[in-house]
């Protein structure tokens, strides 16, 4: 069943082809840059941090922050300095006449109608660009009197991957506080968007051609048709993506978490955020690894589900963050683990519990449910989320 529209703003819901506009902001940006600190060929520069944003990352970093380094160290200025200095651009940008780009038609009725609907619906955009580009994109667009009911935007700020990485949608659902199955992207390009969302577990419709958004509206305006759309085969692609992007999403959370928040509850039956970190720190390898290693070792094993833990989960340490990072590392040997699996090894089965009859790519599944699960939680608990979907 869908619960959140992803919308493509690259160039599914702009009449503007997205290369353009990139290829016009990196002229912005360049001439900037040589203005400002007087270096020569600055195009190459930002091309060279936005080639940052893909291969291996340290993934608590923002790509806005991955890219403001590379610049800074580029042009032997501070990190504080180049950001404030693409905070001035950004800021001439806005005071230039209207962008040409625009809302095409039936976008507008697309986002009232699965509004309507009670239906989450996220902007998709290139994540090398601010919010405050992405807002006023959607002002120039017609589309600003909903940005306030928009789930969620896909800034640079708020983003720790490529586009093109699935790990990138991951992030997207997990922000949202859905299963993949539940999100449905709408975007034009086959290999840099809907493969890469594919891979995750996301349905996608395709735009092909100048009629695709009237479609997609008369498609979500017949009755029932989030219940069209159900969950696929598990597949082992998915498990890694996964993986990274729920990291992404947590640290993106965390980032905005203020020092007196750490240790406050919604409610005394919830948790507070440090016991979240400390929860996911601890069943990362007492619960999760040590899982899949049985089911490795040994024929059928029966795995007992632990009770579910109360309200008074201990709170780990005084140092959030290096709770956090402890997660990070214990996930990336997670990851080490699944990546010496073979097909084989992925249909092991097991008994479980509650889940009965499974296997080891089912359990490694639950791992990033379970995910999901508390950094939907982390959110509420921020107040950065939209209310449960």
Sequence with gaps: MIKAVLLDLDKSMLDRPG????????????????????????????HRAIQKLNGQRDIVSSNDEVMTSSIAAEVNASVGDIHLMLGSLYQSLYERPRSVACAPPGARQLVEALLEQGLAVAIVINPIYREAAIVQGLK???????????????????????????????????????????????????????????????????????????????????SGWQDRYSGGPLRETML???????????????????AQQWHQKPDPNEWSIVQILCHLAETETAVHQKRLQKILRVENPFIRALPPPGPDVPTCSDRPLDVAEEFREKRLSTL??????????????????????????????????????????????????????
């Design 19 to 46: 290369h353009q506009f990139a290829a016009s902001f990196r002229r912005a940006v360049a001439q900037h840059l040589e203005e400002q600190t007087g270096i020569k060929s600055a195009d190459g520069v930002f």
């Design 240 to 258: 890694k993506p996964q993986f990274l992007g729920n990291l992404g999403a947590l640290f993106g959370l965390l980032s905005e978490v203020k």
């Design 336 to 389: 080490e683990l699944i990546a010496e699996l073979t097909p084989e090894d992925w249909q092991r089965p097991a008994r479980h519990s509650i889940f009965g009859l499974t296997n080891l790519l089912e359990m490694a599944y639950f791992t990033a449910q379970h995910d999901r699960l508390h950094i939907s939680q982390l959110c509420q608990t921020l107040g950065k989320c939209l209310d449960p979907i």
């Design 140 to 222: 120039w667009a017609g589309l600003g009197d909903f940005i306030e009911s928009f789930a969620f935007l896909s800034s640079s700020e708020h983003m720790h991957f490529a586009k093109a990485d699935p790990a990138f949608y991951a992030e997207l659902i997990a922000r949202i506080g859905i299963e993949p199955d539940e999100a449905l992207l709408v975007g034009d390009n086959r290999q840099k968007d809907n493969l890469p969302a594919e891979t995750v577990g996301l349905h996608t419709w395709p735009l092909e051609n100048a009629t695709g958004l009237e479609a997609l509206l008369q498609h979500v305006q017949y």
